[in-house]
């Protein structure tokens, strides 16, 4: 996975309580067993009308959106269904940070193990980020190392996050390349119990 450090994007402002995950990727669309090509399919129901236009009144199809790698999301984003494909969607459309004052306790930790940062906040503060990025294009920078998330405008909050899950971002670390940091022990206990 690629580290996350110091990220610096322009957001993407979803502001719609209870997200669910067959609304992040709809279940038509899981049938690939890959972790790629589900951005696409991202919102489906939302971002594209009937006849398979853009849907011009989704947020995340407003101008100001484009190229959003920060998504900024209201309460319990996540909720719903454990498919791990919600986050693989995620980020093959682009997005590394979730914002949100709250996400569903599977969804949070499926993120991490996908390298998507999630980050809990305060409602007011998230509504000041939506509020931001609501009209207009804004950037925002998330300091992982330092858990800080700042802009150009004088706006900065902390946020806390596992150490563990800290250590795997910064390194760009999933649980398999976790393991295969003890490969050589791995493969000593392995002959040793051959003999």
Known sequence: MEPIIKHKGNTGVLPRVNVDTDQIIPKQFLKRVERTGF???????????????????????????????????DH??????????????????????????????????????????PIRLDEEQVYKLMENGKDEVYEVTVDLQNQKITDDRGFEASFEIDPYWKEMLLNGWDEISLTLQYEDEIAQYEEKMNV
């Open 39 to 73: 951005g696409q399919f991202l919102f489906f129901d939302w971002r594209f009308l009937a006849n398979g236009n853009d849907n011009p009144n989704f947020e995340l199809n407003q101008p100001q959106a484009e190229n959003a790698s920060i998504l900024i999301a």
């Open 76 to 117: 319990n984003f996540g909720c719903g269904s454990s498919r791990e494909h919600a986050p693989w969607a995620l980020q093959d459309y682009g997005f590394r940070v979730i914002i949100a004052p709250s996400f569903a306790d599977i969804f949070y930790n499926n993120c991490f193990k996908n390298g998507i940062l």
